[in-house]
């Protein structure tokens, strides 16, 4: 009697942990989420940010001719003017009477050419008087040209049709040569200019197939895609940074100047290569794993060589074949052999 009790009570005991090994076995599995390794053309793309300048030849930055005040303002920024329309009109008192004075170096210089000429035709004057006479109206003369059309430029209209982008003259200040007025720009000849570091720039070469997008990420509204006209051959001293400049002829709504836009060069395209989620690189050392389940649901690392990058996915190397399953999300923090169970997203 005591022994059937003794049978039926190990009976019982191993039933217990039979039941109880798979609950141990489930809450030691760690949940991750898991993408497949596939073997696919790879485009490696560098992105960067920028934003929508004019063309050169497209925009005219205005000055006044010569120090003076300003007198009218007819323009205001964003507004859009025709080819030879007034901005600015400059006062002009102060150039007429500069006008009038070289006009009248020019009569005094004439009747010096004059009297010049007479005397050397006699004998009285060296050659010399005569040679610097002729300089002195040719100077006189192109003085009284410069002054017109100084007096012609105090009233300043716009060379091209397009748009105030920039207005800086204010009614009544002073004003001289170094100091823009007003800027004026040709909405639809615009491109995109990109930053790119000096060591990136090397990689990047005219005709680069590039896609663009608003804002400042890769997941701003897709705008078209353009191609590299330009590599800056300068670094810029302020940002440390190489522009490259964009055309875009066909853009799915017209590019606003100044506007950002995040854009991203294709660098090389390379078939057939294996492609994995960057999600599933984790640091190793100097280099990557990333850990493969197998049919039992047991992740395991795999040392990777990696490629090219984009911000979404890898070009695996050597160490994956494709085919293979990975370990995404969850993969930081994950041991060798460890089970693993796949998680809804």
């Not at 560098?46 to 010569?66: F, M, N, Q, Y």
């Not at 060379?159 to 003259?169: D, F, Y």
């Not at 492609?275 to 050392?285: Q, R, T, Y």
């Not at 649901?297 to 293979?324: C, M, Q, W």
Request: charged content about 20%; proline content about 4%; overall charge neutral.
């Amino acid at each position: 009697m005591t022994g059937r009790i003794l049978m039926l009570a190990l009976l019982v005991s191993a039933c217990s942990r039979a039941k109880d090994e798979p609950a141990d076995s489930a809450l030691t599995a760690v949940g991750v989420r898991t993408a497949v390794v596939t073997t696919q053309p790879f485009f490696e793309t560098l992105g960067t940010i920028g934003a929508v300048e004019s063309r050169a030849g497209h925009v005219a930055l205005l000055s006044a001719p010569a120090p003076t005040r300003v007198a009218q303002i007819f323009v205001s920024a964003g507004q859009k003017v025709s080819r030879g329309a007034t901005l600015v009109v400059l006062d002009q008192s102060i150039l007429r009477e500069s006008a009038r004075s070289a006009e009248a170096a020019l009569v005094a210089a004439q009747r010096n050419y004059e009297r010049a000429r007479t005397l050397t035709a006699s004998g009285i004057l060296p050659r010399k008087d005569l040679e610097q006479a002729t300089a002195d109206l040719a100077k006189a003369r192109a003085d009284v040209a410069n002054e017109r059309r100084i007096l012609q430029l105090a009233v300043i209209r716009s060379p091209i049709a397009g748009v105030v982008t920039r207005m800086n003259a204010v009614l009544g200040a002073a004003v001289d040569t170094n100091q823009p007025l007003v800027e004026v720009a040709d909405p639809t000849a615009v491109d995109i200019v990109l930053s790119v570091g000096p060591t990136e720039a090397a990689t990047v070469h005219p005709g680069a197939k590039v896609n663009i997008r608003s804002g400042e990420t890769a997941t701003g509204e897709i705008i078209g895609v353009g191609s590299v006209m330009d590599v800056a051959g300068i670094i810029d001293s302020a940002s440390r940074s190489v522009s490259v400049r964009v055309r875009a002829p066909t853009t799915t709504r017209p590019l606003s100047l100044g506007e950002t836009i995040y854009g991203e060069i294709t660098l090389a395209t390379r078939e057939n290569a294996v492609v994995a989620p960057i999600e599933a690189l984790v640091p190793d050392g100097d280099g990557f794993k990333v850990f493969v389940v197998d049919h039992s649901g047991f992740a395991h690392a795999h040392p990777v060589t990696v490629g090219g990058r984009t911000d979404r996915v890898a070009e695996i190397k050597s160490g994956l074949n494709g085919g293979e399953t990975v370990v995404t999300y969850g993969a930081y923090g994950l041991d060798d052999g460890v089970k693993v169970v796949v998680q809804k997203k």
